[in-house]
């Protein structure tokens, strides 16, 4: 098993955890988020967890933010070396996930030391599920074309505000409004090949037509006959596919076996993305992955 740890940066920093919630910094903005896996005590004291700008929390009409200091509509954080936009709205997230940063970084490894890298031939790479779009600008900062894939108009306009954010304005991003699945199965009838492919596909999700049964996504159903349609896009000369979830009951290694199933040649790798807490050795696990390299 691989742990990818997310250390302490400039534009983030797991403060402290405890009791069922964790203490953020993105940016200068320091927020108390809710975390199913925190099982253990707070190490800090209630005066350093006063110092958050606002708290996610249950209240008695459900969950929503309080806000406890000024903060703005929206604000940036460099995180991953890429400059992205937070805000805060109706669900606990601010649209940055930085357990993916040491992911992004190996993506970005392998395709810089790429033989296509090398003769500047150009890669291409399909993001599905793809959100606001961090794993989008981080590799379009390694030079690559990237195509992102995300059913949410909102979070395609934030993925937008990103690439303006992150100084990405000329770089080749390709932002797709769509079922990932009816998407994939458009690309492929076109022919379109990719050198590279990543998802981080929720729990449970709707396509672009949120009333429609046929764009239900459920990740027991959905994911394996998605990953056997996607691998049909890679390129003769592939150099990863990268499979992320969040909040699933499964284990790594049943991401691994997936992967495996489908693609029996490839070298697979799996674990879990975790994040360093600042002053202590604990890692606070913040999803799985499973990766397929050629």
Not at 61 to 77: E, R, V
Not at 105 to 132: C, G, H, P, Q
Request: net charge neutral.
């Amino acid at each position: 098993m691989t742990i990818l740890i997310t250390h302490k940066e400039e534009g983030y920093e797991l403060l402290d955890s405890g009791d069922g919630e964790k203490l953020e910094r993105f940016g200068e903005v320091v927020l108390v988020r809710p975390d199913p896996e925190v099982l253990w005590k707070k190490t800090q004291s209630d005066e350093v967890w006063n110092t958050a700008h606002a708290h996610f929390k249950k209240g008695d009409k459900g969950a929503k933010w309080q806000i406890h200091k000024d903060i703005p509509m929206h604000w940036t954080a460099l995180v991953g070396g890429v400059t992205m936009v937070c805000k805060i709205g109706n669900n606990k997230h601010v649209g940055v996930f930085p357990e993916q940063v040491a992911q992004w970084e190996w993506m970005k490894d392998r395709i810089l030391k790429s033989e296509a890298k090398s003769k500047n031939e150009t890669i291409k790479v399909l993001n599905l599920f793809a959100y606001t779009g961090g794993a989008s600008m981080a590799l379009a900062s390694a030079g690559v074309e990237v195509t992102h894939v995300d059913a949410s108009k909102a979070s395609i306009t934030w993925a937008h505000e990103n690439k303006k954010s992150a100084g990405l304005e000329k770089a080749e991003i390709r932002f797709m409004l769509d079922d990932v699945r009816k998407f994939v199965e458009r690309d492929i009838k076109r022919g379109v090949t990719y050198d590279a492919i990543l998802m981080d596909p929720p729990v449970y999700g709707r396509g672009t037509k949120k009333q429609s049964k046929d764009q239900m996504w459920h990740i027991d159903d959905d994911l394996l006959p998605l990953l056997e349609r996607s691998l049909k896009l890679l390129s003769k000369d592939p150099l990863f596919v990268v499979v992320t979830g969040y909040a699933s009951e499964y284990s790594h290694l049943s991401y691994a076996n997936a992967l495996l199933g489908v693609l029996p040649h490839a070298t697979i790798e799996s674990g879990e993305l975790a994040i360093e807490e600042s002053g202590s050795k604990r890692l606070l696990p913040a999803g799985i992955f499973a990766r397929a390299t050629f």
